[in-house]
């Protein structure tokens, strides 16, 4: 069986270095599917959640807040600077966050504060999206 090895980092730490047998994630124009001897490709990341299928058919998911991805035939490299095990994320902070943002969203004088908060919304958004699924798959429904 053919394997890839993916690396995924934050700012902060390595959360997974393995290999796996597929690799699919939310790319900038889409959802991004990748095989070993995938074509190398550079493209930016959208918030959301990286899937990794490993050799034995297990699962590790990863919320990523945007970021960069890096393919090569063997390897897949991806860099966010914030990212949480699927496991580790809490539906009720993300919303408790998004609520917040959303009245900084209210209260923004200019155009770049909009941006930075519309940018976090986005995150926020995608996080809490992530956690509701990942508690849909632990109950079996996905």
Known sequence: MSLI???VVSAERSLFEGEAKFVALPG???EL??????TP????IRPGTVKIVLAD??????FVAGGLL???PNHVTVLSD????AADLDEGKAEEARRRAEESLRNAKDKTDLAVVQAELEMLAAQAQA???LRGIKRGVQ
């Open 70 to 72: 890096e393919i090569q």
């Open 57 to 62: 058919d297990s699962e590790e998911m990863i």
């Open 131 to 133: 956690a509701r699924r």
């Open 5 to 7: 090895k993916v690396d």
């Open 28 to 30: 900038e124009s889409g």
């Open 33 to 38: 599917g990748v095989l070993p001897g995938h």
């Open 82 to 85: 914030t990212a949480i095990r």
């Open 41 to 44: 490709l550079i493209t930016r």
